[in-house]
T-cell receptor
């Protein structure tokens, strides 16, 4: 069982560049989430999805976009990268009626 | 809006001692869940324990227990007989029972276990 797979694990971007962080889960979870973790801080919700075709904003959505065309995939798009987006990004998934998430291992992004 | 407060940036404990990590929360919802996660230096998020707002008994999972005091809005994590491998960041988090399990996290407590 792979669980939640995030790629890449590390990435350095230049200011103004764009990229997509990939997230795939093989547990048939309905719910998927993207969080960011700034140094020394807790996680903050960027976007979430309750099913294919349905996405919604979290606490810190500015500068990001998501899509959910399948149950398995939930990519996060960064447009016009800024230094403030330097962070560790976690993807997670869960069932609607069960407690707890499965987290991916994270993507460490640096914008220079 | 929901808020989680962890007031201990760092804790230092001798191996084999018990340790309590503090967490207070704020919400106007009656139905909510409280979580504790461990984040070792490798960076992954490890689920430790969960307490529902209507659960009458404090949750326990092995060496972990959650001291839930609803009136005080506190959900402290107690680790009994600490081990060197318990050294990590610990995060308290909350979700409300409205659709997706969106979590609000505290800032975390860095726990260091000394031999």
């Amino acid at each position: 069982n792979a669980g939640v797979t995030q790629t890449p694990k590390f990435r350095i971007l230049k200011i103004g560049q764009s990229m997509t962080l990939q997230c795939t889960q093989d547990m048939n979870h309905n719910y998927m989430y993207w969080y960011r973790q700034d140094p020394g801080m807790g996680l903050k919700l960027i976007y979430y999805s309750v099913g294919a075709g349905i996405t919604d904003k979290g606490e810190v959505p500015n500068g990001y976009n998501v899509s959910r065309s399948t149950t398995e995939d939930f990519p996060l798009r960064l447009e016009l990268a800024a230094p403030s987006q330097t962070s560790v990004y976690f993807c997670a998934s869960s069932y609607p009626d069960r407690v707890g998430y499965t987290f991916g291992s994270g993507t460490r992004l640096t914008v220079v | 809006a929901q808020k989680i407060t962890q007031t201990q940036p760092g804790m230092f404990v001798q191996e084999k001692e018990a340790v309590t990590l503090d967490c207070t929360y704020d919400t106007s919802d009656q139905s909510y869940g409280l979580f504790w996660y461990k984040q070792p230096s490798s960076g992954e998020m490890i689920f430790l324990i969960y307490q529902g707002s209507y659960d009458e008994q404090n949750a326990t999972e092995g060496r972990y227990s959650l001291n839930f005091q609803k009136a005080r809005k506190s959900a402290n994590l107690v680790i009994s007989a600490s081990q060197l491998g318990d050294s990590a960041m610990y995060f308290c988090a909350m979700s409300v029972a409205q659709g997706a399990q969106k979590l609000v996290f505290g800032q975390g407590t860095r726990l260091t276990i000394n031999p």
